[in-house]
């Protein structure tokens, strides 16, 4: 038996109330819920994801989902570093000899 990871993303579900939260927990896990912002994370897989934001979005208790793009943003900030992305300035502090 092999160990395969799945894909997963979350989706930010935008709700008029909260009392209806329970019934989001059909459509993939709930990771948090924000009362004062009146949101929900919600975490399932990624093949799921079109399908059931069509499916979610209908719900009257929903103003709008929309997916997390954390997956799609490159990570690998090492890179760029190296490009000259974060690249301090050489001379930021002369150095006085005198002293």
Do not use: W
Not at 51 to 64: E, G, H, Q, Y
Not at 76 to 82: K, L, W
């Amino acid at each position: 038996m092999e160990f395969t990871i799945k894909p997963r993303r979350a989706l930010i579900v935008y709700m008029h109330s909260m009392k209806q939260v329970r019934q989001l927990k059909r459509f993939g896990i709930i990771q948090y819920q924000s009362r004062k912002g009146r949101y929900v994370v919600l975490y399932m897989d990624e093949a799921e994801v079109p399908a059931m934001t069509a499916k979610i979005n209908k719900l009257n208790f929903v103003r709008k989902v929309e997916p997390s793009y954390r997956p799609d943003v490159a990570m690998n900030f090492g890179e760029r570093v190296d490009k000259g992305f974060f690249k301090p300035e050489s001379n930021a502090f002369p150095i006085d000899d005198e002293d």
